[in-house]
């Protein structure tokens, strides 16, 4: 009818899959779709029932996601123990590696099989952070013949003045005078 129109529609997106049981030997829903299933789920199946005698009987297959509805909501039920020990079972057989692996890795280090373990390297010792360091200070050339610092002032060159861009002229003419006046006398 009307209301089942939509979840025909999204059903017809997936492909069909025939159990190969016929009428005359047709078999009970759960076994149909367990046998489907089979052992280790190779087809990668999801299951969505609310039939507690499936999912209880799906649990013990390994690698087969069960989804059921509580409450209007889609839930996926946690991978059962089954599937868990299959999984760790699989990581354990990838990180154990392969016989020629292993033997390569022989080969490859041959000071660890005979039981002497390399020391472990230490830290290397690091110096202070060079900018947050001052910076030393220049030496000035010490003479003999300065001993005061009043002498050292003078010998030290005389700090410039700024000049302003108005009284350059003053000044210039300030200059002038004083030298010709100077040069009168």
């Known amino acids: 009818g009307p209301a089942g129109y939509g979840a025909l529609q999204v059903l017809k997106q997936y ?8 009428v005359a030997k047709a078999k009970p829903t759960p076994d149909c779709i367990t046998s489907l299933i089979g052992e280790d789920n190779r087809h990668h199946y999801i ?16 690698g087969v996601p069960i989804l ?6 889609i839930v996926l039920e946690k991978p059962s123990d089954v599937s868990m020990q299959k999984a760790e079972k699989i990581v354990e057989s990838k990180l ?33 952070n060079p900018l947050s360091c001052l910076k030393k200070k220049p030496k000035l050339p010490s003479s003999s013949s300065s001993s005061s610092p009043a002498d050292a002032a003078e010998a030290s060159p005389k700090k410039r003045m700024r000049v302003r861009p108005g009284r350059r ?7 002038a ?6 040069g009168d006398e």
């Open 169 to 175: 002229k003053a000044l210039a003419a300030g200059e």
């Open 96 to 128: 154990a590696g392969s016989a020629a692996e292993k033997e390569s890795l022989r080969r490859l280090r041959p000071e660890e099989q005979d039981g002497a373990a390399t020391a472990p390297r230490g830290r290397k010792r690091k110096g202070p």
């Open 47 to 62: 299951v969505a029932t609310q039939d507690n005698d499936l999912r209880k009987r799906l649990r013990q297959l390994p």
């Open 68 to 73: 059921l509805i509580t409450h209007n909501t």
């Open 177 to 182: 005078t004083s030298s010709a006046t100077a």
């Open 15 to 22: 492909k069909e899959r025939h159990c190969g049981h016929t």
